[in-house]
């Protein structure tokens, strides 16, 4: 069983920590990764972007000129593609993109994104992360002495005082443990743990 060292807000060494085998030590398949973001970005599409086709566009009751004679191509309806003001032809529709993975591959990849913070050093775990009150200024302070630039920061609950504390800090993400998920994982650089997440985490993937 692996363990991980755990750091005070100064940035010193109070303890240690396991970490479960089963969920910090899996073989990472990169291609297993690339379908979960890409799952979690389509997920995110609106997908409401439209356009009006000919029998969407107003007018065209009327035929706009007869038949024959005028010495113009023949024309039944103003709302044809070819007009100005007519209908757009083979125009995107509101549609879905989402698209499901099946439940074993998504906790299977969370557990490959948090292998490879591990093997690549990026994971910190710290005690806690009570600033109060909450200051933007000892935040940062509690970052460098973490050596956490761009870091997603894990929580085991809402701590008011650490997300008032960092909303105007740049690349940084607050996040609760039910909320994890790989995209974020892989985002961020850094992968800040508080102790007591470490234990959600590993209730929810191993359950």
């Not at 010193?12 to 890409?38: A, G, R, W, Y």
């Not at 009006?52 to 000129?65: E, F, I």
């Given at each position: 069983m692996a363990t991980a060292d755990v750091y005070n807000m100064?940035?010193?060494?109070?303890?240690?920590?396991?970490?479960?085998?089963?969920?910090?030590?899996?073989?990472?398949?990169?291609?297993?990764?690339?379908?979960?973001?890409?799952?979690?970005l389509k997920n995110r599409r609106a997908g409401t972007t439209a356009t009006?086709?000919?029998?969407?566009?107003?007018?065209?009751?009327?035929?706009?000129?007869r038949q024959k004679g005028t010495g113009r191509a023949r024309a039944g309806t103003r709302r044809s593609p070819l007009w100005r003001g007519g209908g757009v032809v083979f125009g995107p529709s509101p549609r879905s993109y989402r698209y499901k993975v099946p439940r074993k591959v998504r906790r299977q990849a969370l557990k490959m994104?948090?292998?490879s913070k591990l093997q690549d050093n990026a994971l910190i775990v710290v005690d806690r992360l009570d600033l109060e009150p909450a200051k933007t200024k000892r935040f940062v302070e509690v970052m460098v002495a973490l050596e956490a630039g761009r870091a997603l920061i894990v929580t085991d609950r809402k701590i008011e005082s650490l997300e008032l504390s960092s909303r105007n800090v740049p690349?940084?993400?607050?996040?609760?443990?039910?909320?994890?998920?790989v995209y974020d994982i892989l985002r961020f650089k850094n992968l800040?743990?508080?102790e007591p997440s470490v234990k959600q985490i590993a209730e929810r993937l191993l359950s």
């Open positions: 100064d940035g010193e060494k109070v303890s240690e920590t396991n970490l479960s085998d089963e969920i910090f030590n899996v073989p990472v398949k990169q291609h297993v990764l690339h379908e979960m973001v890409t799952m979690q009006k086709g000919r029998s969407d566009v107003r007018g065209g009751g009327q035929k706009p000129y994104a948090l292998t690349d940084v993400k607050i996040l609760r443990s039910e909320g994890l998920n800040v743990l508080l």
